[in-house]
């Protein structure tokens, strides 16, 4: 089952059925702007040091279907040689057209923005905040799709947040729609049909649109 992150509720409850049909409803329905009818999404895969993870997951990820619609990116922290060789790959091991509408390899130089001794987990902030700026307020996609250098995909990841993309549009509480559940496993799974709302932050391969990150990015810690 799939989580899509609330704002303000903070019970779990199942989402609106008429809102989960008009998804599926208006899942290849072209349009204008940046909400639910218009697919002009950005899927960024975050990676540091590990050549071999990075490896698995762009090999994973060039087996999902739904890919032609979806712009690829790998955005490097650093300039470790073996992540960069992988990155650099890719494009031509099924990540580039016409699979996707494009793969691009980025680098972002490691500059520790609160000094030399900042915790790991500022300097990934600080790696967030710089792609999702370049997905965003660079290349102007109207979705990103975020996932890390550790992950394996099923084949319906793509096409999940291409469904749900129409809820972000049709309903300002939803912060982002995930395609992680911690409680997903098979046997507490009862319909992996459903979905559900809920106060934590799924932050395992999930969506947000471009008002969003207009509204949270200025004040990224």
Request: with cysteine.
């Amino acid at each position: 089952a799939a989580a899509a992150f609330h704002e303000q509720e903070p019970q779990v409850r199942e989402e609106n059925g008429q809102l989960a049909a008009a998804a599926a409803a208006q899942a290849s329905t072209p349009g204008d702007g940046s909400g639910g009818e218009l697919w002009d999404a950005a899927l960024l895969v975050i990676a540091y040091n590990r050549p071999e993870y990075l490896r698995q997951t762009l090999d994973s990820l060039a087996t999902v279907s739904s890919l032609a619609d979806v712009s690829v990116y790998v955005s490097q922290d650093g300039h470790d040689v073996g992540v960069a060789g992988v990155a650099a790959a890719a494009g031509s091991r099924g990540l580039g057209r016409p699979k996707t509408r494009g793969y691009t390899h980025w680098q972002r130089e490691r500059i520790p923005l609160l000094g030399p001794e900042q915790p790991g987990h500022a300097w990934l902030a600080q790696h967030y905040k710089w792609a999702i700026d370049r997905v965003f307020l660079d290349k102007r996609h109207s979705h990103v799709i975020i996932a890390e250098d550790d992950m394996l995909f099923s084949q319906d990841f793509v096409a999940f947040f291409k469904q749900t993309a129409v809820l972000l549009q049709r309903d300002p509480s939803l912060w982002c729609v995930s395609t992680w559940n911690d409680n997903g496993i098979a046997a507490l799974a009862t319909d992996p049909r459903r979905l559900f709302r809920t106060s934590y932050f799924p932050g395992l391969g999930w969506m947000m649109r471009r008002e969003l990150w207009g509204e949270i990015g200025p004040h990224w810690p």
